[in-house]
């Protein structure tokens, strides 16, 4: 650890960012000395990502300045901000599949000028990958690696770019427990090697886990200022995020589950590329219970939510109180008391461009009150959509709002939301807190609790097994298409489900985790 | 200095109907450049051009005449578009559904001497049912087979034209000229000079019951997407089609109903069109009404009513196209226009930033 405080590496003062109706950053200091992680903490809308950006030349700030190495700076782009140093890996991967990671960590650089030495290039990238022990292999397609793996190559392209100062954007949002030890391995090693991290997160365990000193935001401003990590507590930390005591334990009725709603039966099924995505997968749900589905992206529960749902075609059995739901329109599926929480947000569980009030609609249109005959009671519609916004807390100016314009944690109310409201028989909820603040998270459990006291089977597909620990009255774990592992919510066992994840499960735990260039198809992923 | 785009949270409503009237501004004056340029004075072309299109009731009259196959065929661009349906096809429907319109009079569908209370609305439907199904096969073959809308709605352009030149030419050619015999007129739409008898101020007026048609096609395809469920679905399905599925509409069936629907408005335009103003099926019947629709349908956003005034100014800016010289100003006009409006596109959702002091790079 750095003591005492150092030049900082990188220094931002007094940022101020408005956007209309909202102060983004208000008078934020920040600062990250050489050779340290440094966290920052926040709930969604905190203004995180706009001081990111910010300090990537994304944005231009209303006030303040930014110091490198105590000289004033202004970035106008990423190139600029990596050309000086400054790397940022976000949450969405930039790879390009079909090339080789070495391939994709020489896209856009200005050498080699002009003939690639691509094996040259590979024994560098080996070097610098074995420097910060991250298992790369530089010559595997993008398309073959599993997502730790991608970040790797996201870390490395940065890294080969010859960054000193790192920002990471919710790296472990993806990742299965395995990975998140490896990726704070490297972490480490780099910040050993004078480097500086700056790690954005929400989730309290991690921080505590992996960073020297925490700056907590909440609403625009800084409300812990670089504070060391052994100074702090989780409590604390909560308590300065979200600014009232965060409610750790959630009521829970007793485990009483009813009649089976959903059962499905060796069903199999192909991904949007036409490769086996399902290969034989069985698990029903009960009234009243929670099951947990454990995987990591791109293990096929993204398509058993949609075949369930009736997005997506199948061969097998998925019968609903008895009745054979699998290959109908997904009309059918809302009119059954199907629920879906989509993974996708944005482009799937809402229309981006249309209302809040539209988008509350979005499933009640077809029937009285809304409906009218052909027409759609515009003033019914509206009462709706304005009991739904009270109701959940939607915060948005207006219902006439345009959804895109919601921030990530409203967008997911406004979703379920709409989900309960129908009444749902069986609710599919699909990663529903990822990339959602502590506070939104608790609202989402809360909710899914509420849900399984009045009675609905829940099917939760989460990456997050804090998650499905704390919710699930049963856990299966899925890898490769195929449920590999049941455990009733006693029997659970972090570290047994985190191998099982990531294919540990049948034998060697080093053969799965190793660069797969020799890895099945299926489990290379998206 | 350089130039950024930084994406717009705050754009009021009232931001993409400005962009549009800033982008015609914009257009003519460019165009007011060029016809500097060659040695015109723009000012009194512009003058001009308003004045053949507007400087009296009777040129008013004969720039409706001029927009009313525009606002149907508008409509059918707009509707198609609304769903990002690339139909450019609105030409050769608009062609069918005048060959449709001309089948019940030259075939004969209706013996001769049936009244017009009865002839009217069949052409109506055949010119409508020719339309359609001229947009079905597109919108089948999209649906179905995911074949690529442009080219096949391109593609049967050049079918209906071909087919209208083999009727015109051969079963139905009075003469050997590429033209029908003349429709009786009981298949001639109403117009405004018929009622000269009774109010002799409506001589010569030759707006016909076409215009009509366009403002009622506009006015209920506005309640329908803006109050039914139908409109409803057709607006998700616009936006977002992945979330439209997952609400359960069934979009290959949307497909084609919409290919069907904008087909038959373009259908209805070409019936208007030989009912209404030229009163016989011929080759050449369309300066290209099929295109402009296309403009238009950019020009009002897609909005219904903004359909008939673009449609208004486009009819305008082809009327004068006779009256000015040299006569290619009024097509570089448009292409102006469509220049702009598609350019200021970006301007809806992003705002450029000027940045003057160059950054520090260490």
Redesign the interface.
């Given at each position: 650890m750095t003591a005492p405080a150092p030049a900082p590496a990188l220094q931002a003062r007094g940022i101020v960012k408005a956007f209309p109706g909202i102060v983004a950053n208000d008078r934020v200091d920040f600062d990250v000395r050489p050779g340290e992680i440094h966290a920052l903490l926040g709930e969604n809308g905190a203004g995180k990502s706009t001081l990111m950006n910010i300090l990537a030349g994304l944005y231009r700030p209303d006030a303040g300045e930014i110091l490198l190495d105590g000289r004033p700076i202004a970035f106008r782009s990423p190139r600029e901000a990596i050309a000086a140093g400054l790397g940022m890996v976000h949450q969405h991967f930039t790879l390009v599949p079909s090339q080789s990671v070495t391939e994709n960590i020489l896209l856009g650089l200005d050498r080699p000028r002009f003939r690639l030495q691509v094996g040259k290039s590979e024994a560098e990238v080996g070097r610098l990958a074995a420097q910060f022990g991250m298992r790369v292999d530089p010559r595997a397609k993008i398309w073959q690696l599993s997502v730790g793996e991608q970040q790797r190559v996201e870390i490395l392209k940065m890294l080969y770019r010859g960054a000193r100062i790192l920002i990471m954007d919710e790296p472990t949002a993806v990742l299965a427990p395995q990975e998140i030890e490896e990726l704070f391995r490297t972490l480490r090693s780099m910040t050993a090697d004078g480097r500086s991290v700056v790690f954005i997160s929400h989730k309290l365990g991690e921080v505590m886990a992996i960073a020297d000193r925490i700056t907590v935001m909440r609403r625009g401003r800084v409300t812990a200022a670089g504070i060391s990590t052994a100074d702090t507590s989780k409590t604390d930390l909560a308590r300065r995020m979200v600014g009232r005591e965060v409610l750790e334990r959630l009521e829970r009725t007793p485990y009483a589950p009813g009649d089976v709603i959903l059962a499905v039966q060796d069903v199999h099924a192909d991904n949007d590329r036409g490769l086996p995505a399902l290969r034989g997968v069985s698990l029903d749900v009960r009234a009243g219970e929670i099951v947990g589905m454990a995987a990591v992206a791109g293990n096929g529960q993204s398509e058993l939510a949609q075949v369930i749902t009736g997005l997506r075609a199948c061969r097998g059995s998925v019968t609903m109180g008895g009745e054979q739901v699998a290959n109908r329109p997904a009309g059918q599926a809302i009119a059954r008391g199907i629920a879906h929480v989509p993974e996708d947000r944005t482009g799937v569980g809402s229309s981006p461009n249309l209302s809040v009030a539209d988008n509350l609609i979005m499933k009640r249109y077809r029937a009285a009150p809304v409906a009218r005959g052909w027409f759609i009671d515009d003033t019914a519609a509206r009462r709706l959509a304005e009991g739904l916004k009270n109701e959940y807390a939607i915060a948005t100016p207006s219902i006439d709002t345009e959804a895109r314009l919601l921030s990530g944690g409203n967008l997911q109310r406004l979703i379920f939301a709409r989900e309960i409201d129908s009444g749902p028989r069986l609710m599919v909820a699909v990663q529903p807190t990822r990339g959602l603040d502590v506070g939104a998270i608790e609202a989402v459990h809360r909710v899914l609790l509420e849900r399984r006291a009045a009675g609905t089977a829940i099917l939760l597909i989460s990456e997050d097994l804090d998650e499905i620990l704390s919710l699930a009255d049963r856990v299966d774990v899925m890898y490769e298409g195929k449920v590999v592992g049941s455990f009733g919510a006693a029997e659970a066992d972090i570290h047994a489900i985190g191998l099982l994840m990531t294919g540990g499960g049948g034998g060697d735990m080093d053969a799965s985790a190793a660069p797969s260039t020799a890895a099945p198809p299926v489990s290379a992923g998206r | 200095m350089?130039l950024?785009l930084e994406l717009r949270?705050?754009a009021p409503r009232w931001w993409s109907g400005a962009l549009t009237i800033m982008a015609v501004v914009f257009a003519l004056t460019a165009s007011g450049l060029v016809i500097a340029a060659v040695g015109g004075d723009p000012i009194r072309a512009y003058l001009h051009i308003f004045e053949a299109a507007f400087g009296s009731v009777g040129v008013i009259s004969d720039t409706l005449v001029k927009a009313t196959p525009l606002i149907l065929t508008g409509l059918a661009c707009s509707l198609a578009f609304r769903m990002r349906l690339w139909n450019i096809g609105a030409e050769g429907q608009f062609l069918l559904g005048a060959w449709g319109a001309a089948a019940v009079v030259l075939a004969p569908i209706l013996p001769a001497g049936t009244p017009a209370i009865v002839v009217i609305p069949v052409m109506m439907l055949a010119g409508a049912l020719a339309g359609g199904l001229w947009g079905f096969i597109p919108g089948i073959l999209r649906a179905r087979l995911g074949v690529n809308e442009i080219i096949s709605t391109l593609m049967l352009n050049y079918i209906a034209l071909s087919w209208v030149q083999f009727w015109v030419f051969g079963p139905w050619s009075e003469g050997g000229f590429q033209q029908t015999r003349p429709f009786p007129p009981e298949a001639w739409l109403p117009r405004l000079t018929d009622l000269a008898e009774a109010y002799p101020v409506l001589g010569g007026l030759t707006v016909h019951l076409g215009l009509i048609f366009g403002i009622v096609a506009a006015a209920v395809m506005w309640v329908v997407l803006e109050?039914?469920?139908?409109g409803?679905e057709i607006?998700?399905l616009g936006?977002?089609p992945?979330?439209?599925?997952?609400?359960?509409?069934?979009i290959k069936q949307k497909i084609v109903v919409i290919f069907i629907i904008s087909g038959a408005l373009a259908g209805l335009a070409g019936m208007s069109e030989v009912s209404g103003v030229v009163h016989r099926l011929q080759d050449r019947i369309s300066p290209g009404y099929g295109f402009t629709a296309i403009i238009i349908a950019y020009l009002a956003r897609f909005g219904p009513f903004r359909v008939i005034v673009a449609s208004i100014l486009f009819g305008a800016l082809i009327l004068a196209g006779r009256e000015i010289q040299p006569s290619g100003i009024p097509a570089m006009i448009q292409g102006f226009i469509l220049f702009s409006l598609i350019a200021s596109d970006v301007l809806v959702r992003y705002r450029i930033?000027i940045?003057r002091?160059s950054?520090?790079?260490?």
């Open positions: - | 350089t950024r949270t705050d109050r039914t469920r139908w409803y607006r998700l936006d977002s992945r979330a439209a599925r997952y609400a359960g509409i069934d930033r940045h002091q950054p520090v790079v260490t």
